[in-house]
């Protein structure tokens, strides 16, 4: 098997299995006891959630642990939203679902949303932004680097205006926590969302980092945990684990980077040269190391994943979590393209131990089927 959907879900590391395996078995302790059997799982919590804190240089008491992404998404804009009672949210057209049905829920609830539109290579304008604030408006929330087409969005730039105004700035850095550098004053970031299973970490368990000067009233109620914000039995194992995998993930960031930009680029070289009528989505430069999306005309998307599956290849089209709808990509909208050219639309993201023998057997594939669907379509 080829695995290229990286950006779906990785594969959890060796080195987070071993962290997380004592808390799976013997130590089972609710981290919330008394007895120093508990009291151990607590310290496997506080402990990571000191080591995440100091890979992104914040204070552990601004982190909560979460379920994953998605809960660090709808937490930081339902809260915002109940603080602020009534308003306006500045979000973009390409956020992951997360983000946008937590809009979406907000504006049946009484909430105005713009959605500001990107460019063709994906970006959110500053000058854009700084036009679509209004006097009401309490929360921006821009993602770091888009999941589809890897576009790394000028968070710093966008953070200065929100804070230039006083207004709240939420960024949703899934993909982008562990593969570039995050700057949280630099950028002005008021509430960052993570994800342990897009770095080699566990799935099901990610977090939030909320400001400690912000005040943002709790997402589930229930026991204390979590400083009382965010109820419930905390995942030892999967903290434990996230921490492991994000050390990792920061201490070898840049040489990755590298190394999967090489491959990325000379992926991109082979089918830019070996496919006619195809063209690249999202920037050049300023792109995700891992990303990799085309669009090919004249074929499905689906059925250019269904082949490369038949070849052992995993890539993916849209987000995971839209493909199965017949909705095309509403990045690839926003970027502008038509329906048909949104259609086939395929996401090839490497990973840490992608090879160079697999990006060139990926191009080989792909070039085979391109031609087989395209003379299918035409006899
Ligand atoms: C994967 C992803 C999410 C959702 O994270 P989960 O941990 O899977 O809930 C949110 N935003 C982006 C950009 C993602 O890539």
Redesign the pocket.
């Known amino acids: 098997m080829i695995y290229m959907d990286n ?1 779906a879900t990785t594969a959890l590391s060796r080195e987070a299995l071993q962290e997380m395996l004592p808390y799976l078995t013997e130590c089972y302790g609710n981290a919330s006891s008394i007895y120093r059997f508990g009291q151990r799982a607590r310290k496997a919590v506080e402990d990571s959630r000191r080591r995440l804190a100091s890979l992104l240089g914040v204070r552990p008491m601004e982190l909560y642990f979460t379920s ?4 660090a ?1 709808n937490w930081a804009l339902l809260a915002a939203a109940e603080n602020a009672g009534g308003g306006h949210i500045i979000t973009s057209a390409i956020e ?1 679902h ?1 983000v946008l049905n937590s809009c979406k829920y907000l504006e049946r609830r009484g909430f105005s949303v713009s959605y500001l539109p990107v460019d063709r290579r994906g970006f959110v304008r500053p000058e854009t932004l700084e036009r679509e604030i209004r006097e009401d408006t309490f929360l921006i929330s821009i ?1 770091a680097a888009n ?1 589809e087409i890897g576009t790394v969005q000028p968070i710093a730039e966008l953070g200065t205006i929100a804070h230039r105004h006083g207004i709240l700035f939420h960024t ?1 850095a ?2 982008a926590f562990g593969q570039i550098p995050i700057d949280i004053e630099g950028m002005h970031i008021d509430l960052l ?1 993570a ?1 342990a ?2 770095l080699y970490g566990p799935k099901g368990v ?1 977090l939030l980092y909320l400001r400690r000067s912000v005040r943002l009233p709790a997402l589930l109620h229930g026991g204390a945990q979590e400083r009382g914000k965010r109820a419930g039995t905390e995942n030892v194992a999967g903290i434990a684990g996230f921490a492991r995998a994000a050390e990792l993930a920061f201490s070898d960031m840049s040489e990755r980077a590298a190394r999967e930009s090489v491959l990325r680029d000379h992926l991109i070289a082979r089918i830019e040269r070996e496919i006619p009528d195809c063209f690249l989505n999202g920037d050049r430069r300023e792109r995700l190391p891992n990303n990799v999306n085309f669009c090919i005309r004249g074929v499905e998307g689906e059925s250019l994943l269904i082949r490369l599956d038949q070849q052992g290849i995993c890539a993916g089209s849209g987000a995971a979590c839209s493909s199965g709808s017949l909705e095309p990509s509403h990045v690839l909208r926003a970027l502008g393209l038509s329906h048909a050219d949104a259609y086939g639309s395929l996401r090839l993201s490497l990973g840490r131990e992608t090879t160079r023998e697999e990006t060139d057997l990926t191009a080989d594939s792909l070039r085979e089927i391109v031609r087989e669907l395209r003379t299918q379509q035409e006899s």
Not at 68 to 71: A, D, I, L, S, V
Request: proline fraction near 0%; aromatic fraction near 0%; glycine fraction near 16%.
């Open positions: 950006a994953g992404g998605t809960e998404d992951h997360a993602m999941n949703d899934v993909q969302s994800s299973h897009k990610g």
